[in-house]
Structures are given as C-alpha cells and as structure tokens.
C-alpha cells in the first residue's frame, strides 16, 4: 500500500513543513497523480505568506504537477489508465481541498485538466507548462466576461482555440513580459491561432519569444521602446489589432499599456492582476483567473498531439532545484527572489 507525503503550509508566513497525508482518492472526474515533478508559480508565494486562496490550515497548495497516474475515476477512465505519463494542473485554489494541492507525492487532479506527456518529454519539462497553458487560454479565448474577484471581469477577448494545423489570422495582439511562464504560453497559443504576436521582454529573452511564435519582440528597457512597439501594431494594412495581454500588470506595466491602447484606438487590456480602475470607454479591461473551464477542450484535443509534434513547446525551460519535497521551501525563496524566462522545478 503506497503513503503519500506533503509539504504543508500550517500557518500563513512560515516555511512549509514535510509530513504524512492522507492518500488523494479520486472523485468521479479525477485522476490521482503520483508526482514525478512539481513547478513553482508566483501564486503560490502569495499563498505561503499571506494564505492567499488557502480556505483552511494546514495546507497543500501548488497547482503544477507531472507524473504517473496512480487512481483513476470512474468517468475519467475513457481518458486515462493507471500508468499513464501526464502533466497536470492542481485546482486546490477553489477547492480548498489538501488532495489537489501540488505540493505532495501524491495529487488529486481533474481529468479535464491533464493530458497525456509523450514519452519523449521528461517530467521536469512537462510540468512547466499546466498552470500557464490554462491561464493563456483564459487570456485568450473566454468569450464572455465572467468574474476574477468580487467587482473584476475576466477578459473576454473571444480568440480561437490553438490548432493543430497551420491557420492564420489579420489579428494582432501584444504580449507583455513574453519571457514570462504565462506570457510565453499566451504567446505560443495566440501564435497557434494564427494570430500575429508582438511581445515585450529582455533583449537576452528574444530568441525565447520568438521561439514561442513572436513575429517581434521589443526590450522594455530601452528608452523608445514604447514608439516601437505601437509602430510595430500598427504598420501592417488590413490587420486587427486586438489589444495587449499583460503577463505583468504593475502600475508601470499600466501606464504604457494605457498609452499604447490610446494610439492604436484602444482594445482589450488583459491582466493578471486587477486592472486600472478607471480606463477609457474604448478599453475593456479584465482580470484573468486561470481555473476555467474555458481551457476543457484545449486539454482534451490539443496538448498531447501538439506536445507530440513540437507545435506546444514546454516553456520556459525548468530550473530544476532540487530532489524532495524538502526543496519546495527553496523553490519558492528563488521564485520570491524573481526568475528570468525559468520555472522554479522540484523533482520527486
Ligand atoms: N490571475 C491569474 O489567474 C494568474 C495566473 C497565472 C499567473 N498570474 C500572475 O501572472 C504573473 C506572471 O506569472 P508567471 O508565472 O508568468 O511569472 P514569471 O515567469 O515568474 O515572470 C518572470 C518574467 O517576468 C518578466 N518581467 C518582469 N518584469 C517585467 C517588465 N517590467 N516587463 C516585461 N517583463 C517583465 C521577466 O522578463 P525578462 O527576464 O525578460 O526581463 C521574467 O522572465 C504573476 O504576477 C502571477 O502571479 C496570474
């Protein structure tokens, strides 16, 4: 009989602590993951510090996991069969629960957020791409406005699905902070879409944005780069520009892509935070919240083919710190002392 092992958060503010807990059992959508990888996401500083999203102590939290499948739930089994490789993405943010918290040996995860991992993918790759790839989806493709927190809307900027094929679109959409976990995923999905992509990074992260399908990519620290960039959507005839999605989102992020939107007409304002307050009429802006099931679809039918043949790569790269759950404590002081165009990766 198989044990499982957590780090669990006893209290806002404090280091996670390793010990027993129980085995996740599956509810009927479920599969239970025996974690070979678990990713660290900036969310899940907020949840060790402040308890943000985290509904009772202790605490298992995290929400990128790949692994085996262990268990598997009744309606699930036409998907997925014990022993499958897959890539996960934890929910223990609404539900609350310690079962589908990432940070354990064992994960309960719902079937409509996983997929198969080709095995030519190793699990310390595969991981870096769940959480992301559910929040691009919700970035790019909810239709209509739904709600990221009391008085927030998501945004709703009604975009295609990636697809398999190669498909072009007269749409064009920037991506701030295109290094970024989230922002690379955007670009890659909006880049799969069709869509003309113009992202916003360090100059050592272009070849990165431009390996996830970025047509250009401008450095945020040079000095014009703004003019650039608003020339750069606006130079091509017969093109929509859509708006920006801002992986970012700081009052510095904000007042440029208030200024770029005021250029080019206005447009969506995709954030991942809660947005300015006050935008003009022709802005419409949002806050994504990337558990959506806005996403069911892309895991059903696009990640493993598109795993498989190269058109979704797992990006950015993983920087792998250590081996045991003991490691997350340091995973999360490295992710809380800012990465680069990396995702933080604890082995198990
Ligand atoms: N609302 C939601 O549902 C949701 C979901 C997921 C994430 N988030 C939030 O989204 C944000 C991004 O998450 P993540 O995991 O993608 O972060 P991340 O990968 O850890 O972000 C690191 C990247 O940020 C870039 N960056 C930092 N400051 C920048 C700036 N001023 N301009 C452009 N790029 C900048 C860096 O780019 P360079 O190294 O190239 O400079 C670096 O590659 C976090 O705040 C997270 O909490 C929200």
Redesign the pocket.
């Known amino acids: 009989m198989s044990s499982n092992k957590a780090a669990w958060l006893n209290k806002a503010g404090t280091p996670l602590e390793v010990g027993e807990a129980p085995l996740p059992v599956p509810g009927p959508n479920e599969i239970v993951i025996q974690n070979a990888a678990i990713a660290i996401?900036?969310?899940d500083?907020?949840m060790q510090d402040h308890g943000v999203f985290v509904q009772q102590f202790p605490a298992i939290f995290g929400c990128d996991v790949a692994g085996i499948v262990s268990e598997v739930g009744t309606e699930a089994q036409g998907r997925f069969k014990k022993g499958d490789r897959v890539l996960g993405h934890a929910i223990n943010l609404v539900t609350g629960k310690p079962q589908d918290g990432a940070y354990a040996l064992y994960t309960a995860v719902p079937a409509d957020k996983a997929a198969i991992l080709p095995d030519s993918i190793p699990f310390t790759q595969g991981v870096v791409a769940a959480?992301?790839l559910?929040?691009a989806v919700?970035a790019l493709s909810v239709k209509t406005p739904g709600i990221?927190m009391p008085g927030v809307p998501t945004p709703a900027l009604g975009l295609p699905y990636p697809s398999l094929q190669s498909v072009s679109s007269n749409k064009t959409l920037i991506v701030?902070?295109?290094?970024?976990?989230?922002?690379?995923?955007t670009t890659q999905l909006a880049a799969a879409a069709g869509i003309k992509v113009i992202a916003?990074?360090?100059?050592?992260?272009f070849d990165?944005c431009k390996s996830c399908g970025a047509s250009e990519v401008f450095d945020?620290?040079e000095s014009g780069f703004v003019e650039k960039v608003i020339a750069a959507a606006s130079s091509a005839q017969g093109r929509e520009f859509v708006g920006i999605f801002d992986?970012?989102?700081?009052q510095?992020?904000y007042d440029i892509d208030l200024k770029i939107l005021a250029k080019l007409g206005g447009g969506h304002l995709a954030?991942?935070?809660p947005p300015p307050p006050e935008v003009p009429e022709n802005v419409k802006a949002g806050?994504?919240?990337?558990?959506n099931d806005v996403a069911t679809p892309v895991w059903k039918e696009y990640v493993t083919p598109a795993l498989e043949s190269g058109k979704l790569k797992c990006l950015?790269p993983p920087t792998i710190v250590g081996k045991g759950l003991e490691y997350v404590n340091e995973a999360l002081a490295k992710?809380k002392a800012?990465?680069?165009?990396?995702?933080l990766v604890v082995e198990l």
């Open positions: 996401n900036p969310l500083c907020h959480f992301a559910e929040a919700c990221a701030y902070g295109g290094s970024s976990s989230v922002g690379s995923m916003i990074a360090s100059e050592r992260n990165l945020y620290h992986a970012i989102s700081t510095e992020t954030a991942v935070h806050m994504i919240f990337a558990v950015p992710s800012g990465v680069s165009a990396t995702k």
